[in-house]
């Protein structure tokens, strides 16, 4: 039971414009989000979080969104670089806060 | 520095051998946690501990052990028991007793385990 569902494996985008990465989950306990980027053969690394009493929370070029009443969220990234070229997971926290559930990954991929 | 170690960064299986991956952190985190990374599966939990000699199963423990004897270390044994143990192995800790501790997982590196 795949709790928190990235559906797109893959996301490749031009150097400089939007990368937006969707999440979907189905817990509705789960009241703290967070975003990890994964380069190969290394640990995740934090990125962004929101809360659920919110639906925006900016820090620089990412931007993460949150639709309670559609179970969803996203990741905005503006402007995309080729450094952002990575697997970004979306992870989702009950409001016990003991563990993070984490979705599939998404490759994205910036092209020069 | 402080961080998390995680040695070996690869390691082979033979049929029925039980390994040992490490993972020790200086971070004085109290919680750490071992998850199991396959492609087109994202990163399942298998075990965490989030007080020395404490640690309950994650979502899919069989085949699989932990001892929390240590705070700073956390060793997973993969057992004959886990019939298919090809993956990439990560630990994480974190700080305890707010909830902005599962807000920050600082992982490893990672070990990857083949089976030979």
């Known amino acids: 039971d795949q709790q928190v569902k990235q559906n797109s494996p893959s996301l490749s985008v031009q150097e400089g414009r939007i990368s937006i990465l969707n999440c979907d989950y189905t817990n509705s306990m789960f009241d703290y989000f967070l975003w990890y980027k994964k380069y190969p053969a290394e640990g995740p690394t934090f990125l962004i979080s929101i809360s659920s009493i919110k639906d925006k929370n900016e820090d620089g070029r990412f931007t993460v969104f949150l639709n309670k009443s559609a179970k969803h969220l996203s990741l905005h990234i503006v402007p995309s670089q080729p450094g952002d070229s990575a697997v970004y997971f979306c992870?989702?926290?009950?409001?016990?806060?003991?563990?993070?559930?984490f979705g599939e990954g998404t490759q994205l991929t910036v092209n020069p | 520095d402080g961080g998390i170690t995680q040695s070996p960064k690869y390691l082979f299986r033979k049929e029925g051998q039980n390994v040992t991956l490490s993972c020790e952190q200086n971070?004085?985190?109290?919680?750490m946690y071992w998850y199991r990374q396959d492609p087109g599966q994202g990163l399942r939990l298998i075990y965490y501990?989030?007080?020395?000699?404490?640690?309950q199963k994650g979502d899919i423990a069989e085949g699989y052990s932990v001892s929390r004897e240590k705070k700073e270390s956390f060793p997973l044994t993969v057992t004959s028991a886990q019939k298919n143990p090809t993956a990439f192995y990560l630990c994480a800790s974190s700080p305890w007793g707010t909830r902005a501790g599962t807000e920050k997982l600082f992982f490893g590196s990672g070990t990857q385990l083949s089976v030979l």
């Open positions: 971070l004085n985190h109290d919680a």
């Open positions: 992870a989702a926290e009950e409001t016990s806060g003991s563990r993070l559930t």
């Open positions: 501990s989030q007080i020395v000699n404490d640690f």
